[in-house]
């Protein structure tokens, strides 16, 4: 739990080998030793890598930017798909991250765009919006919404594009 508190506060890095290992304490194989042998003299190689954050610029000048993208069927064993996202405030000379997270899917994704598309669902309604109700507060900004996202198709289905329903109401 050490590790994992690390991986939230400084090394984002790790945050996806952690949540797969911990899905396995309740079933833990030589398998399992081996990845945490592994994934330990990672963190002990790296342990002078961190994460840093810098304001260069006023707050008028500062944006919120959240980046979304999914692993097509990451999981080997139940072919889920991964979620990652990123939030940070964005500017010129400024560059600090708020949060990120990774987290499995709750369902099996047919295609990469699916996947994308719902990695973005959750990064909106988990990150996003309540990342933008703390930037309106403390900035007294209107922020914009835009999306990051890490596939074209999924971002073309989520503005309308193409074969995509994001656009309709």
Not at 19 to 37: A, I, M, N, V
Not at 84 to 92: K, T
């Amino acid at each position: 739990m050490k590790v994992f508190y690390a991986a939230r506060v400084a090394r984002p890095d790790l945050l996806r080998a952690i949540g797969h290992l911990s899905c396995y304490l309740t079933r833990w194989t030589p398998e399992c030793d081996r990845r945490l042998h592994r994934l330990m003299c990672y963190v002990y190689s790296t342990k002078d890598l961190k994460t840093y954050g810098w304001i260069g610029d006023d707050m008028r000048n500062l944006r919120l930017h959240l980046y979304t993208d999914a692993d097509f069927a990451g999981c080997q064993t139940t072919n889920k798909s991964t979620t990652g996202s990123y939030l940070a405030v964005e500017g010129p000379n400024s560059h600090f991250t708020i949060s990120t997270i990774s987290k499995k899917q709750g369902c099996v994704s047919y295609s990469t765009p699916e996947a994308e598309i719902i990695a973005g669902s959750f990064g909106h309604r988990q990150v996003g919006i309540p990342g933008m109700v703390m930037w309106e507060r403390l900035s007294g900004q209107i922020s914009g919404r835009r999306g990051g996202g890490g596939n074209a198709a999924a971002a073309g289905a989520s503005a309308g594009g193409p074969g995509g329903a994001g656009g309709r109401r």
